[in-house]
């Protein structure tokens, strides 16, 4: 079988699976179970058979036109480079992992047979984006993602919370779709294809008319779909859905899209170097502002989407000084690092009973309950905090030695100021990394207070697959010497300098913040107001949704808790209840975009209904009007009729008569 058969199969299967559990789900439930997993899994080998053949070696393309369109085709096209297949064997990874977790952890889920089909559609739709050669082939892909994510996202639909997230992801998004369909039709205009190849070809011929005017209009969807400044607030409410889900959509699909989009087309940003500073300006703004909002956060799991959006933020940054194999290095090993955490944090949420950390750090023993997730959690965490020798220091290091090389004008493919502002921002947000990473470790597994409930030991296909990710987790840094020629054949070593550097701040940042934790510490005897604690015996899934909800009902929103006992709010001082909410950015876009459009729709329904349906329902009263009087007329009486025939003649007889003797007279 060729590699090209073999490539098209990889989206094809999880597609074929997710058709199949959605007509045999209610029907033949047994089914369900082995039609989630076995095709994404086998997926996945196939993925690992492609890069394999692929080696890093030369692209190898294969295209059929799909259907004449009369101006630029549109090819069924594949487009299959070092980046590529790796990303593709993450996806299949991931969404293997995230398939058997969910078998256990939705057990019980009525939805299960749609949700199982709707993330089998959601992976084969990454895997689309990620191998297609033809922007139009990718967008479908694009979309897909983004309507799969709605549905997912509200899972939990009975909850306010999953339905107010999943119309504003998909709102969101939606805005920076727009002016990305805009810019690819504007880029195949200038290019005369679709084509990724051709694209690239003409930009590298001078090709491209409108570098910064397309680039822009680009980079908004991408600023959508990759959760970056300003149009990231989705992310985080975005959590409201199952933690499968969200392990998901921040480690291997949605959110990596944009950056790989970027990736693949990095020389069309390049040609513009005023648009890759409004990408450094964009990256260095959602690293700090991310930062600062997860050193604020409550829910586990806003801290890690908050930490999600920071690290796609190192992706742009390095994007933004034109090192592409620097960011996807770091998608790579932020995926793998990423969905141990997430569903790690689904095993302690469902152990704890409680999505909140006030509420975990007033719990004794909960890192013994759950070993397996404690365990791997450390490690992904210290890979989150860029802490050798794991996998997120050297992919953290090889944005900062890209971001190095820029600002001191050893590389010229991007503006020196876009390297220092990459640099800066990655160092101090370095700092904050580390700082809410020891933040989320100390309250979650070094509580003081009653015993955490016991459940027994967690099912093994929620623990299992942690230890999986947790083996790239530990050991994918050290593979960078042997990966060179899937990454461009650019070295991602790191450099002694920003090393020291980044790891001294790292360290710093962490040892404050449990500097900052003892101190409080003495607080933590008083019990955080409203402490929530879901049913012990509840499946996970059940916990979590319960879990949600009682944390707004108790708190009053899903992203604090007023507990004195909080290191982030003694390191964060006054600026603590503007980062809670994310520096109120859903506040202002309220007041800017929200409230306008609904009073311009409340304007045209009083239009609607005062006005226009005032004519409408006048002429219809005019019509009833006379249909009344007339039918006052239909007596029925023959006599009545000839005698008003009779008058009426009459009275033209004489109408008749007095019009001949004026006009006679005149």
């Given amino acids: 079988m060729t590699t090209t058969t073999l490539a098209v199969l990889v989206p094809l299967l999880p597609f074929l699976g997710a058709a199949a559990g959605l007509l ?11 039609l989630a997993v076995l095709p994404t899994v086998a997926a996945a080998v196939l993925a690992v058979l492609v890069a394999a053949r692929q080696g890093g070696g ?55 047979p749609s949700y199982a089909a709707l993330v089998s559609l959601f992976t084969s739709a990454m895997l689309l984006v990620v191998y297609s050669g033809d922007l139009m082939v990718l967008l479908v892909g694009w979309e897909i993602m983004g309507i799969c994510s709605y549905f997912l996202v509200g899972h939990y ?56 005017l397309i680039a822009l209009l680009l980079l908004a969807g991408v600023a959508g779909k990759s959760a970056q400044f300003p149009l990231h607030t989705w992310l985080p409410d975005a959590m409201a859905g199952p933690t499968p889900v969200s392990a998901l959509i921040h480690a291997a699909t949605m959110v990596a899209a944009g950056i790989y989009f970027v990736a693949r087309l990095l020389p069309v940003f390049a040609a513009s170097g005023a648009a890759l500073v409004v990408l450094a300006v964009m990256a260095a703004v959602t690293m700090i502002g991310s930062g600062l909002a997860a050193l604020a956060q409550d829910d586990i799991k806003r801290v ?12 742009s940054g390095a994007l ?55 365990w791997t959690m450390t490690v992904a965490l210290l890979a989150l905090a860029a802490i050798p020798p794991f996998a997120g220091f050297f992919s953290k290091e090889a944005v900062l030695v890209a971001a190095e090389h820029t600002a001191f004008g050893d590389r010229d493919v991007a503006p020196a100021a876009a390297g220092w502002t990459i640099l800066v921002a990655g160092l101090a947000a370095a700092v904050l990394t580390a700082a809410y990473a020891t933040r989320l470790w100390l309250l979650a597994f070094r509580g003081r ?26 050991a994918f840094g050290l593979t960078t010497g042997v990966l060179t020629d899937w ?18 701040v790292g360290l710093v940042g962490g040892l404050v913040t449990y500097g900052a934790w003892r101190h409080t510490t003495a607080l933590a005897d008083r019990p955080p107001v409203g402490a929530v604690a879901a049913h012990p015996d509840a499946e996970p899934a059940l916990v979590e949704a319960e879990a949600m909800a009682s944390h707004t009902a108790a708190y009053g ?18 600026l603590h209840r503007h980062a809670v909410t994310g520096f109120h950015l859903d506040a202002v876009y309220t007041a800017l975009f929200v409230r306008p459009v609904g009073a311009a729709a409340r304007l045209v329904r009083f239009l609607d209904r005062e006005v226009v349906d005032t004519y409408v329902h006048g002429s219809g009263g005019i019509a009833r009007g006379l249909g009344t009087l007339i039918r006052r007329a239909q007596t029925g009486n023959v006599q009545t009729y000839l005698g008003a025939l009779l008058a009426g003649t009459l009275v033209l007889a004489i109408a008749a008569v007095v019009f001949a003797n004026v006009y006679a007279g005149a």
Avoid at 74 to 103: E, K, N, R
């Fill in 320 to 374: 933004a000084v034109g090192d592409r194999g620097a960011a996807v290095f770091h998608l790579l090993s932020h995926g793998a690092f990423k969905a141990v955490l997430f569903l790690a944090a689904g095993v302690v949420i469902h152990a704890a009973g409680t999505n909140s950390l006030a509420a975990m750090s007033r719990m004794g023993g909960l890192a013994k309950r759950i070993p397996d997730a404690y």
């Fill in 157 to 212: 639909w009975e909850t306010p919370e999953a339905r107010a997230a999943s119309l504003k992801a998909f709102l969101v998004t939606k805005l920076g779709d727009v002016p990305f369909l805009i810019g690819l039709f504007a880029l195949a205009a200038d290019t005369g294809t679709f084509r990724i190849t051709g694209i690239l070809a003409a930009v590298t011929n001078g090709g491209l008319d409108h570098p910064t």
């Fill in 449 to 474: 207070g009653p015993e955490a409930p016991d459940h027994g030991r967690q099912p093994a296909a929620m623990t299992s697959v942690l230890w999986v990710l947790a083996v790239p987790t530990i």
């Fill in 304 to 315: 890690l989407a908050y930490s999600t959006i920071g690290q796609l933020g190192y992706m």
């Fill in 487 to 504: 990454f461009d054949g650019h070295g991602l070593t790191p450099s002694l300098t920003t090393a020291v550097l980044s790891t001294g």
């Fill in 58 to 112: 030369r692209p190898i393309d294969a295209a059929t036109q799909l259907t004449p369109t009369g101006s630029v085709p549109v090819d069924l096209a594949l487009h299959l480079d070092g980046f590529a297949v790796l990303v593709a064997v993450l996806v299949g990874l991931v969404a293997t992992c995230v398939q058997i977790y969910s078998t256990a952890y939705l057990k019980d889920d009525v939805r299960y």
């Fill in 557 to 574: 929103t899903i992203a604090d808790a007023q507990d004195p006992s909080d290191p982030g709010r003694l390191l964060l001082g006054p």
């Fill in 24 to 34: 045999l789900g209610r029907t033949v439930p047994g089914f369900v179970r082995p």
